[in-house]
């Protein structure tokens, strides 16, 4: 049962990264960010807060899976293949979250 534990860990630990990732290519373009922020009812000013949050990660790759455009776009700009996204995406909601 260990070994199961710190696989899960690892995936989790791995779909967060790919998240943190996603957060900062949404950053990255002011628009999309904002578009992000409204979409999500958060503040600009309440970004870290959230972040710490359960399930904001999660938010950031369902809102990024939500626009193919803006998924292949991260994929492609941050060598991310898009299966690894939706993996994450996966991971992070549970597997009926697609």
Do not use: W
């Not at 950031?60 to 776009?73: A, F, G, K, P």
């Not at 991260?74 to 909601?93: P, Q, W």
């Amino acid at each position: 049962m260990k070994h199961k534990a710190n696989f899960e860990r690892t995936n989790r630990e791995s779909a967060e990264a790919t998240a943190v990732q996603a957060l900062g290519f949404l950053a990255q373009d002011k628009f999309v960010l904002e578009r992000f922020l409204s979409v999500t009812g958060i503040a600009p000013d309440r970004v870290r807060q959230a972040a710490a949050t359960p399930g904001f990660l999660a938010g950031v790759l369902d809102y990024i899976m939500q626009n193919e455009s803006l998924l292949l776009t991260f994929s492609a700009n941050h060598n991310v293949d898009a299966e690894t996204i939706v993996a994450a995406h996966r991971c992070l909601c549970g597997p009926n979250s697609e």
